[in-house]
């Protein structure tokens, strides 16, 4: 079987991670944390398998997710986990959304699409491009010419 038809395996549990909703890897790159260019690159766990990131989220539609050790967020600074609470379930809540919200991959961060009045509600009021349309073809400025993309080398450089 070729690797692409094996689906998306968790690093931690072997079993597949078969929905974009239960994705670590997803939320994380939702919040803003993993690069486009890698998303394909790095491994893939369910969002319950990676307990320091899990723990954050408090929505009543996700279970509490227990963090024994250094990490968790009962022996942290109350101010951090009341805003990783806030950030991380803020992301959760678009990545159940995204099957609805009819997003390409590279809209998907809340940076890109965000949610528009900080609510919570994961659907975007405005969908803005990433990328600026570029101007109307009379208001295009004109291309520098070579020698200054390309000055020629200081005295005594070669050439």
């Not at 990545?95 to 659907?123: C, F, H």
Request: hydrophobic fraction near 30%; proline fraction near 16%; include cysteine.
């Amino acid at each position: 079987m070729a690797k692409c038809d094996e689906g998306y395996r968790c690093e931690v549990c072997g079993r597949d991670v078969e929905a974009v909703t239960d994705s670590d890897l997803y939320l994380r790159y939702v919040l803003g944390e993993v690069p486009l260019e890698l998303l394909h690159r790095l491994p893939e766990r369910h969002l319950c398998c990676n307990p320091a990131l899990a723990q954050y989220i408090t929505d009543p539609g996700f279970g509490p997710v227990a963090c024994p050790g250094p990490f968790d967020k009962a022996g942290l600074d109350p101010t951090f986990v009341t805003d990783e609470e806030r950030r991380v379930t803020r992301g959760w809540l678009r990545l159940q959304a995204i099957p609805t919200l009819g997003l390409t991959v590279p809209e998907y961060p809340l940076a890109v699409t965000p949610d528009g009045d900080g609510s919570g509600d994961p659907t975007p009021r405005s969908v803005p491009h990433p990328f600026p349309s570029p101007p109307p073809r009379g208001e295009r400025e004109e291309a520098p010419s070579r020698s200054v993309l390309f000055p020629p080398p200081p005295a005594g450089e070669g050439g």
